[in-house]
């Protein structure tokens, strides 16, 4: 048997490994969006939060009662929960690429400063889609909840 004959389908099968699997690059992308997200948001740098997001978004923040779009999103970050995020924790629990398109499943506990002075903490779970436009990745849509305990069924 020729080396030819075995090396070749070998890396064929390795190539079509690697084109099945997302470039890693395109993963660490999205989910340094992520982490500029709240680093934006606990300096409050509402310039650079806002351009994380699409001008055509659609999401439903766990603040709301329906969906909203991005000129929501301005007034939601100045006047809701994340103006006054203090401190934040975050668990990457998944990102999933589908071509140009990735989503990111985490959680983040928010250490929050109220009006009283107190301070409370509060737990979200958070999925943001992410398309890349050109170079740039942008929050497209997105959805969040409080994140309570699972209830055990009896």
């Given at each position: 048997?020729?080396?030819?004959?075995?090396?070749?389908?070998?890396?064929?099968?390795?190539?079509?490994?690697?084109?099945?699997q997302p470039a890693a690059s395109a993963i660490d992308q999205v989910w340094s969006g992520e982490e500029a997200y709240w680093r934006y948001v606990q300096s409050h740098n509402l310039q650079s939060y806002l351009a994380l997001w699409s001008d055509d978004f659609v999401g439903w923040p766990r603040t709301t009662d329906h969906p909203v779009h991005k000129t929501d999103?301005?007034?939601?970050?100045?006047?809701?929960?994340?103006?006054?995020?203090?401190?934040?924790?975050?668990?990457?629990?998944?990102?999933?690429?589908?071509?140009?398109?990735?989503?990111a499943f985490y959680r983040v506990k928010m250490r929050l400063n109220n009006a009283n002075h107190s301070q409370s903490t509060i737990t979200a779970r958070i999925t943001h889609t992410w398309m890349k436009k050109g170079d740039v990745w942008q929050i497209v849509s997105g959805m969040s909840a409080d994140d309570s305990p699972p209830t055990v069924a009896k």
């Open positions: 048997m020729k080396l030819t004959t075995v090396i070749v389908p070998l890396l064929l099968l390795g190539a079509l490994g690697v084109a099945q999103i301005g007034l939601l970050f100045q006047s809701g929960t994340l103006s006054r995020v203090m401190a934040y924790e975050l668990n990457r629990e998944s990102v999933e690429m589908h071509g140009p398109v990735g989503i």
